[in-house]
């Protein structure tokens, strides 16, 4: 399992190791030792997984804030995904940049966002299916985002984007100075 730490820091991209042969392959996609080695002791809690039918589907910048505060490690098991994290930590260096990967199947990696930061992604082709790991249960009330595209943090969607797809509840996100200090650096 190859794991590259991001910037900003805390984000990795994490890359399991496949075993091929005629038939096909095994990949074993998590193993807690080498993961935590480098994220800390995480403890995950329930699984997600989403459809998006139409490339070019936006969905975020969401998160959780305290007492449910959720970090996400995401892997994209069929289409392809322009994955964002942007980092929310108000006593951060970092607070209000933001870092993407490229998820597919075929390249088999994933990205691990922690407590602090903000989730969305683009699918960059039809039938695109997103699965992700949680730290904590979803909770309406923990239930926060961000506004896709908040100039202040100045994410390079690719060109297919397209905001038509955006979620009411997404398309009335506040902007990033708006947001209340809910994460520090050090919070889990």
């Known amino acids: 399992m190859q794991i590259t730490p991001l910037d ?15 038939r096909g392959y095994f990949s074993e ?14 403890d995950f809690v329930q699984d997600n997984q989403s459809l998006s039918v139409k490339a070019g589907t936006i969905r975020g910048i969401h998160f959780q804030t305290s007492p449910a505060a ?8 069929s289409g392809a995904v322009f994955d964002v994290a ?14 993407s990967v490229v998820l597919t199947p075929e ?23 997103v699965a992700y790991r949680v730290t904590d249960y979803y909770n309406a009330g923990c239930d926060k ?9 100045g994410i390079e ?8 797809t955006l979620s009411g509840k997404d398309r009335a996100q506040p902007a990033l100075t708006d947001l209340p200090p809910f994460f520090s650096i050090g919070d889990r």
């Open 107 to 129: 390249l088999n990696n994933q990205l691990w966002v922690p407590v602090g930061f903000g989730h969305a992604f683009c699918t960059l082709l039809p039938d695109s299916v």
């Open 157 to 164: 969607w690719p060109e297919i984007a397209d905001p038509q």
């Open 29 to 42: 996609i998590f193993r807690a030792e080498p993961f935590q080695e480098h994220a800390g002791k995480i």
């Open 8 to 22: 900003p820091a805390g984000l990795l991209e994490i890359v399991p190791r496949k075993i091929g042969d005629e």
């Open 86 to 99: 942007v980092d929310l930590r108000h006593d951060s260096p970092t607070f209000g940049r933001w870092a």
């Open 145 to 153: 985002g961000l506004a896709w595209n908040d100039p202040a943090v």
């Open 70 to 77: 959720q970090g996400k490690l995401v892997r994209c098991l």
